[in-house]
């Protein structure tokens, strides 16, 4: 089993859709938890951190079920430029992430 | 903000050459980096830790021999692949980590080996 388990994806959605990620990760001891983008080619930047009580940032949304030990993201009114690959990410000591292989989002006009 | 330099951004090479790849933290000490391969559509894969000053510790699976890596000084770590062959081939990045575990990647290096 994956350390960490996304949606397989692709996702592809019109301009304005709701679009939500779901991420699953196997290590109990898990501390941390992020969203990160990663553009075609580019290295990853750091979307949003997660946290238990669950956080906004504009459009952006993630929530954090450490019982289940699953993480999701929630992207309401989609823009073109929220195209990318979104990717889980879970430390359970800083700097040691552990990354899933990411969700493909593209949105179209 | 905190910047992470990495160069080359792409190298082709030849067989059974070997290739450095630098990661400098610009604007701030790292004590610790870490090195990332990332294959076309796979997930990052953690490769190894860089500790300043110390032996790097590297992931299961990771030949020590062959991604040697030197962080001699606080501000630089180099990953050097050595006798390259073209399944080394792959997008290498690197990360370093800010205050209290916030992680800055570099721009990360497409290695080609032909």
């Known amino acids: 089993r994956k350390e960490v388990e996304q949606d397989p994806g692709p996702f592809n959605v019109p301009e304005g859709a709701t679009v939500a990620f779901n991420c699953t990760y196997s290590n109990s001891a898990s501390q941390s938890f992020f969203w990160y983008r990663q553009d075609c080619r580019k290295e990853p930047k750091l979307l949003m951190s997660?946290?238990?009580s669950g956080n906004e940032d504009g459009r952006f949304t993630a929530q954090l079920n450490r019982a289940s030990q699953y993480i999701s993201l929630l992207i309401r009114d989609s823009k073109l430029s929220d195209s990318a690959t979104y990717l889980c990410?879970?430390?359970?000591?800083?700097?040691?992430?552990?990354f899933g292989a990411g969700t493909r989002l593209t949105v179209k006009p | 903000g905190a910047v992470v330099s990495q160069h080359p951004s792409w190298v082709i090479c030849k067989s059974g050459t070997s290739v450095k790849i630098e990661c400098r933290s610009l604007d701030f000490q790292a004590t610790t980096m870490f090195w990332y391969r990332q294959f076309p559509k796979q997930s990052l894969m953690l490769m190894a830790t860089?500790?300043?000053?110390?032996?790097?510790?590297?992931e299961q699976g990771v030949e020590k021999d062959k991604f040697l890596i030197n962080h001699a000084s606080l501000t630089l770590s180099t990953l050097t692949v050595t006798s390259a062959h073209p399944e080394d081939s792959s997008f290498y990045i690197c990360?370093?980590?800010?205050?209290?575990?916030?992680?800055?990647f570099g721009q990360g290096t497409r290695l080609t080996v032909v």
């Open positions: 990410v879970v430390s359970s000591r800083p700097g040691d992430m552990r």
């Open positions: 990360s370093a980590l800010v205050g209290a575990g916030r992680a800055f």
């Open positions: 997660v946290y238990s």
């Open positions: 860089s500790n300043e000053g110390s032996k790097a510790t590297y």
